[in-house]
T-cell receptor
Framework: DVKVTQSSRYLVKRTGEKVFLECVQDMDHENMFWYRQDPGLGLRLIYFSYDVKMKEKGDIPEGYSVSREKKERFSLILESASTNQTSMYLC????????????FGPGTRLTVT | AQRVTQPEKLLSVFKGAPVELKCNYSYSGSPELFWYVQYSRQRLQLLLR??SRESIKGFTADLNKGETSFHLKKPFAQEEDSAMYYCALSGQGAQKLVFGQGTRLTINP
């Protein structure tokens, strides 16, 4: 079974803080993704990575950065958290060419006060 | 540009009634379409993929290229079908998915 884990289920941070969200997958997947999940807006892609040290911007990358130093780990960084980044953050992974299913983590609910 | 639209944010039906969750897409090439589901307190997971043409948990979805739709259907709803449903599209050779806004389905007893 594919397992995607996220470092925290709930996180509360103050405006201006630097925030790290960690995601780890155990299936040697090439592709990893970070999404925001907001009611009425669905899932929106923030960044994705198709290989170690490789990244591409998704639809809403502003205010975020990512890091992928090892194949199994993909970090989302909020350099200076703002209240409009309060959201549910989902990480996902997927195998390489020919694989289509994305496997999701449990999510991190981030509140920025 | 790729876009997925789910026109209903909320859908409520009675147990045993038919269910149809609507999904329309915009894509100029040949898309791959998916339905993902999130049950209460569970992680998002793949329900079905149009290419496989399978019926999963009694649900089916047919890709209609003429109407650019991929509606999810089940003839007889069950209470355990209550969940959040997302339609998603992947373009040819694309590595990423574009998701719709989601539909929260509630099955009333």
């Amino acid at each position: 079974d594919v397992k995607v884990t996220q470092s925290s289920r709930y996180l509360v941070k103050r405006t201006g803080e630097k925030v790290f969200l960690e995601c780890v997958q155990d299936m040697d997947h090439e592709n990893m993704f970070w999404y925001r999940q907001d009611p009425g807006l669905g899932l929106r892609l923030i960044y994705f990575s198709y290989d170690v040290k490789m990244k591409e911007k998704g639809d809403i990358p502003e205010g975020y950065s990512v890091s992928r130093e090892k194949k199994e780990r993909f970090s989302l960084i909020l350099e200076s958290a703002s209240t409009n980044q309060t959201s549910m953050y989902l990480c996902a992974s997927r195998g390489g060419q020919g694989f289509y299913e994305q496997y999701f983590g449990p999510g991190t609910r981030l509140t920025v006060t | 540009a790729q876009r997925v639209t789910q026109p209903e944010k909320l859908l409520s039906v009675f147990k045993g009634a038919p269910v149809e969750l609507k999904c329309n897409y915009s894509y100029s090439g040949s898309p791959e379409l998916f339905w993902y589901v999130q049950y209460s307190r569970q992680r998002l997971q793949l329900l079905l993929r149009h290419i496989s043409r399978e019926s999963i948990k009694g649900f089916t979805a047919d890709l209609n290229k003429g109407e650019t739709s991929f509606h999810l259907k089940k003839p007889f709803a069950q209470e355990e079908d209550s969940a959040m449903y997302y339609c998603a599209l992947s373009g040819q050779g694309a590595q990423k998915l574009v998701f719709g806004q989601g539909t929260r389905l509630t099955i009333n007893p």
